[in-house]
């Protein structure tokens, strides 16, 4: 057994006692010691199917997110176990699937991760290849949004401005950043002419989708129930707000 699984388990073996005499503590205490015992399980479910699919000559980043959803709170995660009678990661009643612990930790992990990728981007490199960026990732936006919003068409019938075929549209063109950047950072290839392009393409991808976001939620609001008109003046309005907010 490798010293990364050892420590691992020696982790989990530690923190169970921990987890037994949380149970008859405080509300706060025990809110805690689950935290802590979700983040230990998560980082060696992420950390050992991410070696799995390294192995497999595969990105790591990969098998961290098939580890995320195995054990998630839609898969395993609400199964059941000793002292866990709901699950490790029950779904949560509101907005969030997860515990607001377990999501804040994520959301600041995203912030460190995007950091930390910003400080190995060559700026200068990044500038140079902007404009291809840019082509790359309005190319990206521009094949997507169109495949998914000709599928909603075909299948629900409804008209190409129909806010629900847009929206299957924008959702289409949903991209991660950050999932692109851990990768070229993985392969260190994020300072290479073709990994810059790729996260410049990236960003753009982002922030047009975003845009379109906007749009078609404001389109949602201005369409004339009577006869089912759109207000393109309002439109225009709307997009004109939204490039003015990323300029």
Do not use: C, H
Request: without cysteine; proline residues 4%.
């Amino acid at each position: 057994m490798s010293s990364f699984f050892r420590s691992k388990m020696l982790l989990l073996i530690f923190l169970l006692p921990m987890g037994i005499l949380a149970s008859n503590g405080d509300d706060v205490t025990r809110t805690m010691m689950i935290f802590v015992f979700q983040i230990a399980v998560a980082i060696f479910a992420a950390k050992g199917v991410g070696a799995l699919f390294k192995k497999l000559s595969l990105p790591s980043v990969l098998g961290e997110l098939t580890a995320g959803i195995i054990i998630g709170p839609y898969l395993l995660g609400s199964i059941g176990i000793p002292l866990f009678p709901e699950g490790l990661f029950p779904v949560q009643n509101g907005i969030l699937p997860v515990t607001a612990e377990l999501y804040g930790l994520a959301t600041i992990a995203s912030i460190l991760l995007l950091f930390l990728v910003g400080l190995e981007t060559d700026i200068e490199m990044f500038k140079r290849y902007s404009l291809a960026g840019l082509i790359v990732g309005a190319g990206g936006v521009a094949a997507s949004f169109s495949v998914g919003a000709g599928m909603s068409v075909y299948f629900t019938g409804l008209s190409f401005f129909s806010p629900v075929v847009m929206f299957m549209g924008v959702t289409s063109t949903a991209t991660s950043v950050g999932i692109t950047a851990r990768i070229l950072s993985e392969r260190k290839s994020i300072d290479s002419p073709e990994g810059v392009t790729i996260l410049a393409g990236a960003v753009v991808d982002d922030i047009i989708g975003i845009t379109l976001l906007t749009v078609t939620l404001g389109i949602a609001n201005v369409v004339d129930p009577a006869n089912s008109s759109i207000n393109w003046l309002s439109v225009g309005e709307i997009i004109f707000k939204a490039a003015a907010v990323f300029d």
